[in-house]
């Protein structure tokens, strides 16, 4: 009866779970570009996030701008997105400069914890800095060509962690 009682409440949880919207993503300079891919990073059985890329063009190669949206499924502390940004681009080989220890200064100055159905979103502006988004509208920004390709390795690189999800997001599969 024990176990009954078990899968008859886990049945109801499971049918209250309600959808997660990200109606709070809306971000202009973001919305006027044009997709090229989206995927939804899972590791192991946990949904982390969905994610896409979108530039000028439409493609990956050979545009101007890019922008790179994150939807969170899941709580996560902006100290810990800080941490796995420093541990991925060590990861991807990319030099540990001091402008890079600046660099992940101001995003723990800058990002909020997220809480599933939040994005951050970034997107490259014409002079090829990282301009931020959030929940509650812009971030920050930093004014860094350098830092904006580094960031973006991590999800662009071929040297990625997460191949599949590369690809789908630059338009390869």
């Given at each position: 009866m024990k176990i009954k009682?078990?899968?008859?409440?886990?049945t109801?949880?499971?049918l209250s779970v309600q959808p997660v919207y990200a109606s709070q993503c809306s971000v202009a300079a973001f919305d006027e570009l044009k997709t090229v891919g989206e995927?939804?990073?899972?590791v192991w059985f946990w949904d982390?996030?969905?994610?896409?890329?979108?530039?000028?063009?439409?493609a990956y190669q050979d545009s101007a701008q890019r922008a790179l949206q994150l939807s969170y499924l899941r709580n996560i502390d902006a100290d810990d997105l800080v941490d796995t940004t420093a541990e991925e681009w060590q990861r991807l080989k990319i030099e540990n400069t001091e402008a890079h220890e600046q660099w992940l200064d101001a995003l723990r100055g800058m990002w909020p914890d997220v809480r599933e159905g939040d994005c951050i979103t970034v997107v490259e502006n014409d002079a090829g800095h990282a301009e931020?988004?959030?929940?509650?509208?812009?971030l920050g920004i930093i004014e860094s060509a350098q830092?904006?390709?580094d960031f973006l390795a991590i999800w662009?690189?071929?040297n990625s962690r997460f191949k599949d999800e590369r690809n789908a997001?630059?338009?390869a599969q």
């Open positions: 009682a078990f899968w008859l409440a886990l109801c949880a499971v995927t939804r990073l899972k982390v996030y969905d994610a896409e890329l979108r530039t000028d063009t439409g931020f988004y959030g929940p509650e509208g812009r830092f904006t390709d662009l690189s071929e997001l630059i338009g």
